[in-house]
């Protein structure tokens, strides 16, 4: 799940800007409620395949897609990997630094803003399945 701050201010400034032409919200998100895992779920529960999957990038690099460095490459790898899904990312996302960086918060949780208690089971279960015990 994204930042809901975020999505609500982007919400609010695109809905002001086309409000000349569209004088009612611009964006909706179907999916807030779900997490990353549940909507990959849902899309392979719902005659997505794998492979369609595998077609779609959400890699802030954009030339190498799927670096396994980025935090995007990390949550696609706990999604799909929860989903038992596999996908060949440049770098492993669970060697990536912000794995690591991950993985400490998660030891040393205590109410962070960036980590949700559904987030941290999903990210356990996943990192679990490539042998990272937390």
């Given at each position: 799940m994204g930042?809901?701050?975020?999505?609500?201010?982007?919400?609010?400034?695109?809905?002001?800007?086309?409000?000349?032409?569209?004088?009612?919200?611009?964006?909706?998100?179907?999916?807030?409620?779900?997490?990353?895992?549940?909507?990959?779920?849902?899309?392979?529960?719902?005659?997505?395949?794998?492979?369609?999957?595998?077609?779609?990038?959400?890699?802030?690099?954009?030339?190498?897609?799927?670096?396994?460095?980025?935090?995007?490459?990390?949550k696609r790898r706990i999604a799909l990997t929860i989903n038992w899904v596999e996908e060949e990312f440049k770098t492993k996302p669970r060697e990536s630094d912000y794995c690591k960086e991950i993985i400490e918060e998660i030891r040393s949780w205590n109410q962070n803003w960036r980590l949700t208690p559904e987030r941290i089971a999903e990210t356990r279960r996943a990192l679990l399945k490539v042998w990272i015990k937390i």
């Open positions: 930042s809901i701050p975020f999505f609500e201010k982007a919400t609010d400034l695109l809905t002001y800007i086309f409000n000349i032409c569209r004088p009612r919200t611009v964006l909706k998100t179907p999916f807030s409620h779900l997490t990353k895992v549940e909507v990959v779920k849902r899309a392979l529960d719902n005659g997505i395949t794998a492979e369609q999957l595998k077609k779609t990038s959400t890699c802030y690099d954009e030339h190498d897609h799927n670096c396994g460095n980025c935090s995007t490459c990390f």
